[in-house]
């Protein structure tokens, strides 16, 4: 008997996504990251039979698995195996020329965390692997084991604002001179010994930092977001929407500088008695703050205490 796969998703910001979205019936929207299908079978809840959604997700897993749950739509939904920068590729199979409304929820999934054999996660012993899609080239191994001490350095702290990136890269650097690091309970346990003891009493798991970082690199995450936000945008129907949740501050900073600097209008000096840059105002910001979970919403689950929403509308 096949193994059920247990993909337990409960949408942040769920109520405030759909409110951004502002769903048109009988328009097409992309859930970029579907993962359990959560965001997208409420958006597809909503369409009429003139309406599509789209889901994609780059982890054969969630495909599966939203592929199940969204049946219940027949051809109003459907789903495929991509990552969001394919956006245009995807469109262009589906024979979809203009969208109306795209969701990324940005991150690693639940599920991915809470399936130890993944690697994603310090809390359990795994082979380091870390990959969203497990087709992918790059794994965390490959990263711990090859990346030299320099480039392991930078990488920990531009991507986990880790403040002790040097001393974790040089333990790393020696660890695997003796052997690889093969696993997630020896990275964490040399990352461990890398900081001193008082830095390791109270708040964050000390490893936490470190396999964001690995993970953000192992996935290209940060690479994607700005280059998926212009294809969204110069699809969009006029008044169609962007809506991106994001779990951290690397995330959230290149949502917000693309969003204004699409939103933004003529860059000529001030003293340019006419506009020569030809540049135009493409979105406008639906809100200047990002929304947050409210407290009803993260005393029920606690996944959206970072999360943060954003929503940017195209101009007609």
């Given at each position: 008997?096949?193994?059920?796969?247990?993909?337990?998703?409960?949408?942040?910001?769920?109520?405030e996504?759909l409110?951004?979205?502002?769903?048109?019936?009988?328009?097409?929207?992309?859930?970029g990251t579907?993962?359990?299908a959560?965001?997208?079978?409420?958006?597809?809840?909503r369409?009429?039979?003139?309406?599509?959604?789209?889901?994609?997700?780059?982890?054969e897993?969630?495909?599966?698995?939203?592929?199940?749950?969204?049946?219940?739509?027949?051809?109003?939904?459907?789903?495929?195996?991509?990552?969001?920068?394919?956006?245009?590729?995807?469109c262009r199979?589906?024979?979809v020329?203009?969208?109306?409304?795209?969701?990324?929820?940005?991150?690693?999934?639940?599920?991915?965390l809470?399936?130890?054999?993944?690697?994603?996660?310090?809390?359990?012993?795994?082979p380091?692997d870390?990959?969203?899609?497990?087709?992918g080239?790059?794994?965390a191994?490959?990263?711990?084991?090859?990346?030299?001490?320099?480039?392991?350095?930078?990488?920990?702290?531009?991507?986990?604002?880790?403040?002790?990136?040097?001393?974790?890269?040089?333990?790393?650097?020696?660890a695997?001179?003796?052997?690889?690091?093969?696993?997630?309970?020896?990275?964490?346990?040399?990352?461990?010994?890398?900081?001193?003891?008082?830095?390791?009493?109270?708040?964050?798991?000390?490893?936490?930092?470190?396999f964001?970082?690995?993970?953000?690199?192992?996935?290209?995450?940060?690479?994607?977001?700005?280059?998926?936000?212009?294809?969204a945008?110069?699809?969009?129907?006029?008044?169609?929407r962007?809506?991106?949740?994001?779990?951290h501050?690397?995330?959230?900073?290149?949502?917000?500088?693309?969003?204004?600097?699409?939103?933004?209008?003529?860059?000529?000096?001030p003293?340019f008695p006419?506009?020569?840059?030809g540049?135009?105002?493409?979105?406008?910001?639906?809100?200047?703050?990002?929304?947050?979970?409210?407290?009803?919403?993260l005393?029920?689950?606690?996944?959206?205490?970072?999360?943060?929403?954003?929503?940017?509308?195209?101009?007609?």
């Amino acid at each position: 008997m096949e193994e059920k796969i247990i993909f337990s998703h409960r949408p942040v910001l769920l109520e405030e996504c759909l409110q951004g979205l502002a769903v048109n019936p009988d328009g097409i929207y992309v859930d970029g990251t579907a993962g359990g299908a959560g965001h997208s079978f409420e958006i597809a809840s909503r369409l009429s039979d003139h309406g599509r959604l789209i889901a994609l997700d780059q982890d054969e897993t969630a495909v599966k698995v939203a592929s199940e749950r969204l049946s219940v739509f027949g051809a109003r939904a459907c789903v495929v195996h991509s990552n969001f920068r394919e956006l245009d590729n995807v469109c262009r199979m589906l024979g979809v020329e203009r969208i109306n409304g795209l969701l990324l929820d940005l991150g690693v999934s639940s599920y991915q965390l809470d399936t130890a054999e993944r690697g994603f996660s310090y809390q359990a012993d795994a082979p380091l692997d870390m990959r969203m899609d497990e087709n992918g080239p790059l794994t965390a191994r490959d990263v711990v084991n090859q990346y030299s001490e320099e480039r392991l350095r930078n990488i920990l702290w531009q991507y986990g604002e880790e403040r002790f990136a040097p001393r974790i890269a040089s333990a790393i650097v020696r660890a695997r001179e003796s052997a690889p690091i093969l696993t997630t309970g020896e990275l964490v346990k040399i990352i461990k010994g890398a900081i001193p003891v008082a830095a390791r009493e109270g708040g964050h798991h000390p490893a936490k930092r470190s396999f964001q970082a690995i993970r953000i690199e192992v996935n290209a995450e940060l690479d994607v977001i700005e280059p998926a936000i212009r294809a969204a945008a110069a699809k969009l129907v006029p008044g169609g929407r962007i809506a991106i949740i994001t779990f951290h501050s690397l995330e959230d900073r290149i949502v917000k500088q693309t969003f204004a600097n699409l939103a933004s209008g003529c860059t000529c000096p001030p003293g340019f008695p006419v506009c020569v840059c030809g540049k135009k105002p493409i979105l406008k910001l639906v809100n200047h703050k990002p929304i947050t979970a409210s407290p009803e919403e993260l005393e029920a689950n606690p996944r959206s205490r970072s999360a943060k929403l954003r929503v940017a509308e195209k101009i007609g």
